[in-house]
């Protein structure tokens, strides 16, 4: 089941945020990484932070929103289920497609509240 499915997903789409890389594959092949801002509510973070969804690929119950290591207020989006538990999952054709799911939804997202802000023209 996608994240997208997920009730939490309106609270959650406010605060991912796509961050482009190329680490992993280059110049010709950027990848991104889908990080989730801190919500200063602490109660809102703990409620992040406690979600859960079965893995894409294999469908292990799953915290989707992680701390980075050794950086607590950094928070990321995973699929799947950690690398040291199955490799195979985060690199699966499920994960490739939930992430590319996830970021059409939240840059439709982004365009959409862009819009709401933008002054209207006026008319001559
Ligand atoms: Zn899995």
Same mark, same amino acid.
């Given at each position: 089941?996608?994240?997208?499915?997920?009730? @939490?997903?309106?609270?959650?789409?406010?605060?991912?945020?796509?961050?482009?890389? @190329?680490?992993?594959?280059?110049?010709?092949?950027?990848? @991104?990484?889908?990080?989730?801002? !801190?919500?200063?509510?602490?109660?809102?973070?703990?409620?992040?932070?406690?979600? !859960?969804?079965?893995?894409?690929?294999?469908?292990?119950?799953?915290?989707?929103?992680?701390?980075?290591?050794?950086?607590?207020?950094?928070?990321?989006?995973?699929?799947?289920?950690?690398?040291?538990?199955?490799?195979?999952?985060?690199? @699966?054709m499920?994960a490739r497609r939930?992430y590319d799911?996830?970021?059409?939804?939240?840059?439709?997202?982004?365009?959409? !509240?862009?819009?709401?802000?933008?002054?209207?023209?006026?008319?001559?």
């Amino acid at each position: 089941m996608s994240i997208l499915l997920d009730p @939490s997903w309106c609270d959650l789409r406010q605060y991912v945020r796509l961050e482009v890389y @190329s680490r992993d594959g280059g110049v010709g092949n950027p990848r @991104s990484r889908i990080e989730v801002v !801190t919500p200063r509510d602490g109660v809102l973070l703990r409620r992040f932070l406690a979600l !859960t969804m079965p893995c894409v690929h294999c469908g292990r119950r799953i915290n989707p929103i992680r701390q980075r290591q050794g950086r607590a207020q950094h928070l990321y989006f995973a699929a799947t289920c950690e690398l040291a538990v199955n490799y195979a999952c985060a690199r @699966s054709m499920d994960a490739r497609r939930e992430y590319d799911a996830v970021k059409r939804a939240v840059a439709e997202y982004q365009a959409g !509240t862009t819009e709401l802000h933008e002054p209207k023209l006026a008319f001559e």
